[in-house]
């Protein structure tokens, strides 16, 4: 179940309910988490009984309760009517209008690159660049990235073309080193389990990019979600990057169905990788516009100056132009099916 708590509740009635849950047994993370004009507290309902509940609602912090089937409970529609809008900087991810573009290499390779990379992806019309320091390697030979001076030339290309940075954390360790660089904190698809991550990425306070698992379930991604709302951090989008399959001639299933069906169990925004997704970067840009066609919130996309030339990822990875006929295609496509809120500015 969801507790809502009023606005006008003092402190020391929303110590008291804290307590009163403890006392009744409540089970759930219980971080309050501001959505909107509510703070909202998620509990698992079957911990306590019905009269607690009635005791728990008759308490002068407490708004209302609203029961919850669903095993995630904050990152469900009924804790928010309106959706989640992350904002970075100038760019907001979630809400309708032309789905932002987030771009820019595999990984950070060296100073020139990347920030030719945030040139090029800037003037294709991308208004957030990505790119891995930390990068999270199937082989223990193939390029790791370059650790902290890749964000150190993360945070000179932000200065360079002013867009905000997307990046990878991999270890709760390093939770603090990279949200001192970084706008917005990636978790990785290997790492959507990784509960003591989520729970320290949601305590630096930055937005953060959940990748779904490549053998997740959209309930198990949702829970995983659950971890960091219930810190207190409403600013989470879900990155779908395509799940395990069983033919090779693709590196993953891009699921695009979740986007609909997300639309209808969450509040957050939903934004789609159609390059590990695919894994080809002939698919990307047909992909890509599906993904806005299907109501995605935002694209992010491997893109190189050099494709051929990246050092990891270089199948997937698209060039600067494709990149451009891609986001001419999202204005197309938005404005087709949805005159209304076409023009609605989302960043850069
Ligand atoms: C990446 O974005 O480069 C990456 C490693 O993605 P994923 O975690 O989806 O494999
Ligand atoms: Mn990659």
């Known amino acids: 179940m969801l507790i809502f708590i009023r606005s006008e509740a003092t402190a020391s009635e929303r110590a008291e309910l804290r307590h009163a849950l403890a006392a009744e047994g409540a089970r759930g993370p219980l971080g309050t988490l ?30 209302r309760i609203v029961p919850v089937k669903t095993p995630y409970k904050l990152a469900s ?14 760019v907001t991810i979630g809400g309708g209008g032309v789905p932002p573009v987030i771009a820019g290499p ?19 019309g991308a208004v957030m660049l990505r790119g891995g320091a930390f990068k999270p390697r199937t082989s223990p030979y193939a390029f790791q990235g370059l650790g902290l001076v890749g964000l150190r030339w993360l945070a000179r290309a932000r200065e360079v073309t002013g867009l905000p940075v997307v990046t990878e954390v991999m270890e709760p360790g390093m939770v603090d080193v990279v949200a001192e660089y970084a706008d917005v904190l990636q978790i990785g698809a290997r790492n959507m389990q990784n509960y003591s991550l989520l729970v320290a990425a949601g305590h630096a306070g930055k937005p953060v990019l959940l990748k779904r698992g490549p ?20 600013h989470v989008a879900l990155c779908e990057r395509g799940i395990r399959g069983f033919d090779p001639l693709t590196r993953n299933v891009l699921d695009l169905a979740a986007v609909p069906l997300l639309r209808e169990l969450t509040h957050l925004p939903v934004v789609i990788d159609p390059s590990h997704g695919t894994g080809r970067r002939e698919l990307v840009a047909p992909m890509a516009l599906a993904a806005v066609a299907a109501g995605a919130d935002a694209l992010l996309i491997e893109m190189h100056p050099r494709p051929d030339a990246a050092l990891s ?18 204005r197309a496509i938005t404005a087709a099916l949805h005159p209304d809120t076409a023009k609605t500015a989302t960043g850069g």
Do not use: F, H
């Open 34 to 63: 501001p959505l909107g004009a509510s703070d909202v507290i998620g509990v698992d309902a079957a911990s306590m009984t019905s009269a607690a509940a009635q005791r728990i609602a008759g308490l002068p912090a407490v708004e």
């Open 77 to 90: 529609r009924a804790a928010s009517a309106e959706p989640t809008r992350v904002r970075v900087g100038a």
């Open 106 to 124: 595999c990984s950070v390779e060296n100073e020139e690159q990347i920030i030719e990379s945030a040139q090029a992806a800037k003037q294709a």
């Open 215 to 234: 053998s997740s379930t959209i309930e198990e991604w949702l829970l995983a979600a659950e971890y960091i709302l219930a810190t207190g951090n409403p």
């Open 313 to 330: 990822d270089a199948a997937q990875t698209i060039a600067p132009a494709t990149l451009a006929a891609i986001v001419a295609g999202a």
